[in-house]
């Protein structure tokens, strides 16, 4: 079963603007603890380059674009996020890289969890082991 899914969030509006809504426990599949933003980031930068042990994310790009790769331990897949009503939501344990960010991406980070520099896991083969074993 992968661990990560593509989400489509409901937009509203009229010719005044779009209104997107996002809602705990709701389009959003867990309690958010945290809430950060990543911008002004090169394209040719990789971030991310981890898994979490505990947290789980949804990865919103509201402005411009970027590709997401996700790794459960069982399938690598590329996703992009080009659309402000478009996310990824990525379960605990899924190794993420966030790459080939548009001059204008800001790439929106809900987690499920605060900050925890101790649930973080950066080297690729300890992942690897971990998540097969």
Known sequence: MKKYKILKFNEMGDRDGKLVVLEALKNIPFEIKRIFYIYGTKSDVIRGEHA?????????????KCKIMVDDGLTREIIDLDKPNKGIYLNK???KDM???????VLLVISSMNYDSEEYIRDYELFKKLVNS
């Open 52 to 64: 979490n042990k505990n947290s789980e994310f949804v990865l919103i790009n509201v402005v411009g």
């Open 93 to 95: 344990m899924v190794w």
């Open 99 to 105: 790459y080939d960010f548009s001059k204008d991406s």
